[in-house]
């Protein structure tokens, strides 16, 4: 799969194959992993599947499809897979909306990254979250890019309870890729301490409770992060702090 994602109990899993424009989920049996509901599938050639996320029940998911600029959530119905809510669209060209998702613990609130958003490249981050009118609103502001080639939205992350987000970027041109933490104060999401430097391609995944991150770098090196290596930093007096560092 081009994606995966198992949910917090680890009772359940969710793989995306963008090949196919498609999306499987599997559960535990006590002896084996079976299918979860039939194969979700996109419009052909948006690359359904390229980004998927799973709550802690494995019972809500999200899938990307940044070919089509397009991201759906499901929801579990005692035997099948049934849309929650709207398709939610961007129809900026190339904005690559879906690129990255994570959704919250209990599928209230989810998070979508637009790495090719503007014509420079900035990228936009997106926050969504359930409402009384049965669909998922825009929760603040997009998250707009810092400079171009930032390609915002690359990676995403969210803590448990959806009031911590992180992303990353690729290159942004004026200080190189970084990653970034914001919390949301009930009206909008504010960055977290500094970015975090980087060189191209950063992943982020965050813990729990949205106090520690780790920080992924595939490739290049600078004297903040080396090759493929992944740097976790925690939150102490001010945060980022850096913690540890792990290699592959």
Known sequence: GQSVSISGNGQAF???AINGDFAQSFEWNDDDWQKKGRELYGDVGSSFGNSVSMTYSGNVIAVGAPGGRYTEAYKWNND????RGSRLRNFVPDSEFGYSVSISSNGDIFVVGAPGYDDACEGNVYVYEWS???????KGESIQGTGSNDN???S????NDGSILAYGSYENSYEGA????????GISWNQIGKAIPG??????????DGGTIAVGLPSNSTEEISPRKVTVYSRKAS?????????P
């Open 152 to 154: 915002a939205g690359s």
């Open 239 to 247: 945060f980022p702090k850096k913690r540890r560092v792990k290699v």
């Open 132 to 138: 009384e009118l049965s669909s998922y609103e825009q």
């Open 199 to 208: 060189r191209e391609n950063i992943e982020v995944a965050l813990s729990s």
């Open 14 to 16: 969710i793989a995306g």
């Open 80 to 83: 099948s897979w049934s849309l």
């Open 156 to 159: 995403v992350s969210l803590s």
């Open 178 to 185: 970084n990653a970034r933490i914001l919390s949301w104060d």
